[in-house]
């Protein structure tokens, strides 16, 4: 399999374990994030130690200015395109009625307008190859709503929507769009949790544990594996939870 992929926000978590499972495929692997220059050194390091070209490029998904750069550096070194995996994200907890008005704007971009803009700029080069392959990583909050999370619960929502919609406006081009939901997943993103809080979460979950970003990634490879038939789907992977 040699194909080209970019992972947004793959210095670490969900975006990382994704980034070493296609490296492992044999493709060739964009990672990026929008800070954390080390920590995206140390993944491009990993993913070229499993014998994958890598590029790492950091900017921010949120800015339409950043991705444009983004991509023309993809298409600089790799050329277009074959899959995207929109995996950026960013959480916060409060309530809805705490949220600075620059907060808001800085989750809705880093977590549903970083799809537009990927989708945007990757869409042109899937069409001229009439194949192509797009998974958002979303929520189960996007499908059901959390409180204290009600703005990442919107954006998920919105990611979850324009899957299904692009999906449709997709298929005739052979370009196939699917979202991962995701439940509780082991990462910095739940570092936040008092041990209690980690154990009344677990609790909750009929499969007793959080997933593993291992198996994120794993879901993400098979669907880009899977029947070209398979489009507008929002898959949940949540042990059982919601
Ligand atoms: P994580 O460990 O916090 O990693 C997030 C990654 O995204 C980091 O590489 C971060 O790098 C990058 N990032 C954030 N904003 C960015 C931006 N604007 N531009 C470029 N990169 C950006 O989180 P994770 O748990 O792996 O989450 C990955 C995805 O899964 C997110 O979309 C999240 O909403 C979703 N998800 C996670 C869970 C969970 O329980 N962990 C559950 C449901 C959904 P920098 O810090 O350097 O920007």
Not at 14 to 23: C, N, P
Request: hydrophobic share 40%.
């Amino acid at each position: 399999m040699s194909k080209n992929v970019l992972i947004t926000g793959s210095s670490r978590g969900i975006g990382e374990a994704i980034a070493l499972k296609y490296a492992r495929e044999g493709c060739q692997v964009v990672i990026n994030c929008r800070s954390s220059e080390q920590a995206l050194a140390s993944v491009q390091k990993k993913v070229e130690a499993l014998g994958a070209r890598c590029l790492a490029v950091r900017a921010d998904v949120g800015n339409r200015n950043d991705c444009i750069r983004l991509f023309q550096e993809i298409e600089g070194s790799f050329g277009p395109l074959d899959i995207l995996i929109n995996n950026a994200g960013i959480s916060q907890i409060g309530l809805l009625q705490d949220m600075e008005f620059e907060e808001w704007d800085q989750l809705i971009a880093s977590n549903l307008s970083s799809v537009f803009h990927c989708c945007k700029l990757a869409i042109p080069g899937m069409v001229r190859k009439q194949c192509g392959k797009i998974i958002n990583i979303s929520s189960v909050w996007g499908v059901c709503g959390a409180s204290c999370e009600a703005a990442y619960s919107a954006s998920k929502g919105g990611v979850n929507a324009l899957t299904r919609a692009l999906a449709k406006e997709l298929a005739p081009s052979n370009i196939q769009v699917n979202a991962v939901a995701c439940g509780a997943i082991d990462t910095d993103m739940n570092r936040f949790l008092s041990p209690g809080e980690r154990e009344a979460l677990l609790m909750e979950i009929p499969a007793g544990r959080m997933g593993r970003p291992e198996e994120a990634a794993e879901l993400v490879f098979r669907l880009t594996e899977a029947p070209s038939y398979l489009t507008g789907q929002v898959i949940r992977l949540d042990g059982g939870w919601i």
